[in-house]
């Protein structure tokens, strides 16, 4: 038996765990409770690691597709049939024809982080998609239009605010998103019993809305109106007052006559919130002596994601809360180095996806456009597919469309641990080690937590001998992509890279490396594996680094493993105008493509809005479509239901635990009834991410209770168009008893 510590992945609260280890296997996992950030705080879906870990579903050793048959093989083999079939499609049909997909644990595991964007730059294609086009995509751009950063996205400082207006989030059950807080509930009890206010805007009754002073139950896909009306009165009632950082503001005098057509008595029938509610929402965010507003996915997978994100940051803004403590703030992650403060700033646009000319956004494609792109024949058709970490077919929309294009493809490897909706159609399968016997370094959450800190977990087990890391699996691909083909060494690609970033950074005058050689300092760099030494890399010359010698006291890979439980590195500080790459070095309060969009937005103003709508929802023991197969976390009220309010039930007919038929424009599924209070009348809600048990996929306990594809009722030709984010949430559906 043996002790390890390990930092959670399976949430954006990135948890320190304590592990008991037996043999090689999680035998027991507990709160860390000396952990820097995390103090001993775990969920369910922490406790339940071991499961998940040792699922015997989980693949172990390269699959090999045959028709409707696998069999396992040997590593080299299957990076061989790999560079045949990538670089056959490539040769066939060129780079263009060449598509990658991106999931969501890519930003929970190291790999992802330090090898998958890579791949796909390496691969050369426009076709680069991501389950961000289903999720944050709007906080991106909002952030790239407003600060000139799509990854310089203010967090709530959750431990130190006076109000919290928090909208489309339930962090009580998703554990935060954005936001990267352990032990969130928490925190929000503390906010209240220090004396702070808590509000919550959501169309359902949710475990966060119980631990509110107020829940305001919004119409699905209305906040910006909400949000903007709550501008426009803090124009109107003079209390839009920016503080200090009025100078380093740009374009506020435009600000004005843009919330002038939303008064609150004009929005009240959109939103369903009256108007003078909003005008003391309004007046409490001004008022309270510091305050912050925070939205996540219930407002940006929405017909308005990206104004609503902006919204909530001019509101952060207009009340004096921007960068300021107890207001919302810019964390500042030890592998970043402070900025400037001016840059190239944010380009939309760049190039069009070729069969709807849908805009790139952050190098990327509409995750809603991939399935035509696959179907619709002619020049730069896609023809190859890699998928990394993701389920599209039951995660983005149209995916039962998606799941019929893939048979089509010529090619189609997938790095995943299962056998699922997704890697079913793949003709390899590349599976990943168990969190057990990886390593673990936050980059993508350390951006977004409210705390500075740094934390790094070795891998607890050794690998076995039938595995491949996952950041060598990711460097082979990316060999292979290449041209340099399946056995030339991985290494050489962080050897590239590592030289790459140290030669920048000795050519910097503001680093403190600068004038150095770059061979040298790549030769001092932590001796471990190729990802610890770029990590190593990444740290020495980050903000709190010891710059390679420069700052005997500052942080590298070495200090960090002699911290088992992490290093704190204090609450967040001001970062204005540092922060900023904007090209006019401030803060664009107005920036062109959000005005442009307004227009949309003030005709929906006109827009009846009488139909019944579908909104999501998540459960605390779920994580999107892949943790239906751990025993622990299943049953209980953990079920694929269609959650209807009591008097829409009454008026359609439809019993409690009878079947529905439920239609959209994009399609129709029938699935089970549940009437509750929870949602209120006009709305109705269903998870996402169930629909298991199709042929040919191997999850045995998920197959067992499969739910249904939430997403074959929304639409793929529906989305947010400055982001390309799907409209998720708001999705007008008729309900009726199944026939
Ligand atoms: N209707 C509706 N749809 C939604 C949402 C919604 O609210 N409503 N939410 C959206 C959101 S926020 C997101 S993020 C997306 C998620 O979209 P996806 O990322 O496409 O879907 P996931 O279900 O997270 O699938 C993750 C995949 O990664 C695999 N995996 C797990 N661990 C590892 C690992 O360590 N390495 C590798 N290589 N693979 C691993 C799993 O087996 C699974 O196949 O779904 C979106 N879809
Ligand atoms: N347990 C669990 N945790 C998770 C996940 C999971 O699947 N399960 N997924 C992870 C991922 S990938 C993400 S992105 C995060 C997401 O984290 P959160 O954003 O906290 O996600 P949800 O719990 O879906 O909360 C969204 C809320 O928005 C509400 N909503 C829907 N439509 C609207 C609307 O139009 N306006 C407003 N104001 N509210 C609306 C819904 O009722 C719901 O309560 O969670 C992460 N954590
Ligand atoms: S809250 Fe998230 S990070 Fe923490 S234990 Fe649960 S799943 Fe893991
Ligand atoms: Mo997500």
């Excluded at 390496?122 to 991106?140: E, F, I």
């Excluded at 909002?142 to 989030?169: E, K, N, Q, W």
Aim: aromatic residues 4%; glycine residues 10%.
């Amino acid at each position: 038996m043996q002790t390890a510590y390990r930092i959670c992945p399976l949430c954006e609260a990135t948890c320190g765990l304590k592990l008991t280890i037996d043999t090689g296997r999680i035998t027991g996992v507990r709160g860390d409770r000396d952990d820097v950030f995390s103090s001993g705080f775990i969920c369910p879906k922490g406790a339940a690691l071991g499961q998940l870990d040792s699922d015997p579903d989980r693949l172990r050793r390269p699959m090999v597709r045959h028709g409707e048959s696998w069999t396992e093989t040997g590593w080299a083999e299957a990076f061989a049939i790999v560079e045949r079939g990538l670089m056959g499609v490539i040769e066939r049909h060129g780079r263009l024809s060449v598509a990658t997909y991106l999931g969501n644990p890519n930003v929970h595991t190291l790999a992802g982080q330090m090898y998958a964007g890579e791949f796909a730059k390496t691969v050369g294609s426009p076709n680069v998609y991501s389950a961000s086009t289903v999720d944050q995509m709007p906080k991106h751009v909002s952030s790239g239009l407003l600060f000139g950063d799509p990854l310089a996205i203010p967090v709530p400082d959750l431990d130190r605010t006076d109000h919290l207006l928090l909208l489309g989030a339930n962090p009580v059950e998703s554990n935060g998103s954005l936001c990267t807080a352990p032990d969130f509930p928490g925190r929000l009890k503390k906010l209240r019993k220090r004396g702070g206010r808590l509000v919550v805007v959501d169309p359902r009754r949710t475990r966060t809305s119980a631990l509110a002073d107020q829940h305001v139950a919004i119409r699905p896909g209305t906040d910006a109106y909400l949000l903007f009306a709550m501008v426009h009165t803090l124009f109107e009632e003079g209390l839009a007052d920016p503080g200090p950082l009025a100078s380093h503001i740009e374009g506020m005098e435009a600000l004005p006559p843009l919330a002038e057509a939303f008064t609150p008595e004009r929005v009240e029938q959109v939103c369903a919130v009256p108007a003078e509610g909003i005008r003391t929402l309004a007046r409490d965010l001004a008022q309270a002596p510091t305050a912050a507003v925070y939205a996540r996915i219930g407002t940006t997978t929405v017909e308005f994601g990206t104004l609503t994100s902006w919204l909530v940051d001019v509101l952060n803004l207009l009340t004096g809360n921007l960068d300021r403590s107890g207001g919302a703030m810019f964390p500042l992650a030890p592998h970043r180095r402070r900025g400037s403060g001016r840059g190239r700033g944010f380009q939309l646009g760049r190039w069009h996806s070729r069969v709807s000319g849908l805009p790139e956004v952050k190098g990327e494609l509409p995750a809603a456009t991939l399935a035509e792109e696959i179907a619709t024949p002619g020049e730069g058709q896609v023809r190859a597919l890699v998928t990394i970490a993701g389920n599209p077919v039951l995660s983005t929309p149209g995916g039962d469309r998606l799941d019929r294009a893939l048979s089509g493809l010529e090619f189609m490897v997938s790095v995943d641990p299962y056998l699922n909706e997704t890697t079913r159609h793949a003709d390899v399968i590349l599976p990943p080690p168990p969190p057990s016997q990886s390593a673990h370094y936050d980059l993508a959450f350390n951006e977004l937590a409210i705390r500075n800190n740094a934390r790094y977990s070795p891998a607890p087990v050794p690998l076995t001998d039938d595995r491949v890391d996952e950041c060598e699996i990711l460097a082979r691909l990316i060999q292979i992509a290449a041209g340099r083909g399946a056995t030339a060494p991985p290494a050489e690609v962080d050897d590239r890279l590592i030289e790459r970033e140290l030669a920048k950074a000795a050519a910097d005058p503001a680093s403190p490396v600068y004038g150095a050689e770059a061979a040298k300092l790549a030769e001092e760099l932590y001796p471990g594996t190729p990802a610890e030494r770029r990590l190593d890399m990444k740290l020495r010359l980050g903000a709190y680094g010891d710059g390679f010698g420069a700052d005997a006291e500052g942080l590298s890979l070495r200090r960090l493993l002699a911290e088992p439980h992490g290093i704190d590195l204090g609450p967040l500080q001001q970062r204005i105008p540092e922060v900023l790459k904007t090209v006019s070095g401030r803060v664009e309060v107005c920036p062109d493509p959000i005005v442009a969009d307004i227009g949309r937005l003030r005709e929906g103003l006109e827009a009846r809005r009488d139909a019944l709508v579908l909104i999501g929802r998540r459960h605390l023991r779920s994580n999107n479509s892949w943790m239906h197969n751990v025993p622990a976390l299943t049953g209980g009220t953990n079920t694929c239901t269609l959650q209807v309010h009591p008097d829409d039930a009454e008026r359609l007919g439809l019993q409690h635990d009878a079947t529905a038929l439920v239609r959209s424009r994009s399609g129709q599924l029938q699935v089970t009834v549940e009437r509750t209070e929870a949602v209120p009348a006009g709305v109705v809600s269903l998870p996402h991410g169930w629909g298991h048990g199709a042929p040919g996929t191997r999850t045995e306990v998920a197959a067992a209770d499969p739910g249904v594809n939430a997403n074959v009722l929304t639409d793929p030709a529906v989305i947010d168009p400055l982001s390309g984010t799907a409209v998720l949430n708001g999705v007008p559906v008729d309900v009726l008893p199944a026939p």
